[in-house]
């Protein structure tokens, strides 16, 4: 999952993902269940009454499970024209005067003032497409208030290979293609066989040696989706022009910033792929 972000080096990666939110149906293309399951260990009562900022809101599909969750102020950033769409989406969950106060930002997340801080700012699927990701880290950080909580979700290096060696190198030609042929005429037959591989290992009795196959978790995970979140998923990991799967060394090396409260520090494998990460600022 991709949205986005940040600074001019990272304006094309900004357009690119405009193109595809800006051309989905209205309404979030995640469940909430997914939104619940990327923001753990966060939930509701983190959230209730607080002031929180999303850094690289995309079309605000993540946004609008976050206004649920009832904050006192909730702000998302993103340097696409992706806004357009999130502010449709957000208007149609939270009309103005009728609920959250909500604002849809178009600014550079690296650039992105936050004044004092947010009492939770998260960043999901947004860092790992930056040019610099540890700067996307710092402006997370930066968007945090002191005592604060900050949550992101980054690719991971580990777990990954078949994406690495197979996807990647098919995004670096395809990211540089209309966007319509990249998602209709690559997405689209390329994930299929993903799709009928995901459906199967869900079908399949949980044997020992089931798990061992690639990308077995995450299969198991996106398999309750229908076809067209496949092709979703697929169309991002095309479109983008930059893409970084990042090592839990990495992820561990930027949580060891002094700013950080230690003892609140979590790191999490998710679905075999991915790195869920966050803690709180020091006061």
Same mark, same amino acid.
């Given at each position: 999952m991709? #949205? %986005? &972000?940040?600074?001019?080096n990272d304006r094309e990666t900004a357009e690119a993902f405009a193109t595809s939110w800006n051309n989905l149906p209205s309404g979030s293309v995640y469940t909430r269940a997914q939104f619940e399951e990327w923001a753990a260990p966060l939930s509701e009562a983190d959230v209730a009454g607080k002031s929180v900022v999303e850094l690289g809101c995309g079309n605000a599909s993540l946004l609008v499970h976050a206004a649920a969750w009832h904050p006192a102020n909730l702000i998302g950033v993103d @340097? $696409?024209?992706?806004?357009?769409?999130?502010?449709?989406? &957000?208007?149609?969950?939270?009309? /103005?005067?009728? *609920?959250?106060?909500?604002?849809?930002?178009?600014?550079?997340? @690296? #650039?992105?003032?936050?004044?004092? *801080?947010?009492?939770v700012a998260y960043s999901i699927g947004v860092l790992?497409? @930056? #040019?610099? /990701?540890?700067? $996307?880290?710092?402006? %997370? @950080?930066?968007?945090? #208030? /002191?005592g604060g909580r900050f949550h992101g979700w980054v690719y991971a290096q580990e777990g990954n290979l078949v994406i690495r060696l197979i996807v990647d190198p098919i995004r670096k030609i395809a990211s540089h293609l209309p966007w319509w042929f990249t998602k209709y005429c690559l997405a689209t037959p390329l994930v299929v066989p993903f799709y009928l591989y995901a459906k199967l290992l869900r079908a399949l009795p949980r044997w020992s040696w089931v798990n061992t196959l690639p990308l077995y978790r995450y299969a198991l995970w996106i398999a309750e989706r229908d076809f067209l979140f496949f092709r979703h998923v697929a169309f991002d990991q095309l479109v983008t022009p930059q893409t970084t799967y990042i090592p839990a060394a990495t992820v561990r090396k930027w949580l060891a910033d002094s700013r950080v409260d230690p003892d609140t520090i979590y790191l999490f494998f998710r679905n075999g792929n991915s790195w869920k990460f966050g803690g709180t600022r020091k006061i």
């Open positions: 991709s #949205k %986005l &972000m940040s600074t001019s @340097l $696409g024209e992706s806004v357009q769409s999130a502010r449709r989406n &957000m208007e149609a969950v939270s009309p /103005p005067n009728a *609920g959250v106060n909500w604002e849809i930002v178009q600014d550079d997340i @690296l #650039k992105f003032d936050a004044g004092e *801080g947010f009492d790992h497409h @930056l #040019k610099n /990701p540890e700067a $996307g880290f710092q402006a %997370l @950080l930066a968007a945090t #208030k /002191p």
